[in-house]
Nanobody, 123 residues
Framework: QVHVVESGGGSVQAGGSLRLSCVVS????????MGWYRQAPGKEREGVAI????????YYRDSVKGRFTISQDNAKNTVYLQMNSLKPEDTAMYYC????????????????WGQGTQVTVSS
């Protein structure tokens, strides 16, 4: 079973930056990617960025392209999300999770979601 612990969120003004971290434990061998997902109040959870477990190729939702960067440090079992030029619409709880597919779709089969880390961007 895979467990994740997210950290690094906070409150920033528009244009600011944050770096989120996700420490992963457990057997991730059967997963194709690691991803960051977010959920704003009253909205469904959505994929933000994923990174291939096989070759490290990233993929982003259109609204964060050029502003967010996903990376991983396999030695530390950690996945990062560098967020620059933050906008108020980026405000949400951010989660990380493994995905059996290389897709931004939320992994419906994953049940061990962490507590998430809150990102709040003020205008």
């Amino acid at each position: 079973q895979v467990h994740v612990v997210e950290s690094g969120g906070g409150s920033v003004q528009a244009g600011g930056s944050l770096r989120l971290s996700c420490v992963v434990s457990g057997d991730t061998a059967s997963y194709s990617s690691m991803g960051w997902y977010r959920q704003a109040p009253g909205k469904e959870r959505e994929g933000v960025a994923i990174i291939s477990s096989r070759n490290g190729t990233p993929y982003y939702r259109d609204s964060v392209k050029g502003r967010f960067t996903i990376s991983q440090d396999n030695a530390k079992n950690t996945v990062y999300l560098q967020m620059n030029s933050l906008k108020p619409e980026d405000t949400a709880m951010y989660y990380c999770a493994p995905n059996r597919w290389y897709t931004l779709n939320v992994p419906a089969g994953f049940t061990s979601w962490g507590q998430g880390t809150q990102v709040t961007v003020s205008s």
